[in-house]
């Protein structure tokens, strides 16, 4: 299961949703602005709070990063 932890208002977290799904890549959005329980686990994966994050299946990018986001898609 691949996660983006996200805010509403980042613009790089609204490339990196557009992004991934233009690619056909599905994934399930946390808002760490209202979820508590997201935010402490962006925290845990990440060791900071800057959004976005994508954990693909434990492989964490942080920021929107195409070429990492393509060079984990080509592995999968």
Known sequence: MIKLYSTPTCPYCKMAKEYLKKKGVKFIDFNVS???KAR???F???KQL?????DFNGEIIIGFDKEAIDNVLKRK
């Open 44 to 46: 845990e994966k990440s």
């Open 50 to 54: 800057g959004v976005p994050v994508i």
């Open 40 to 42: 402490k686990e962006l």
């Open 34 to 36: 209202s979820d508590e």
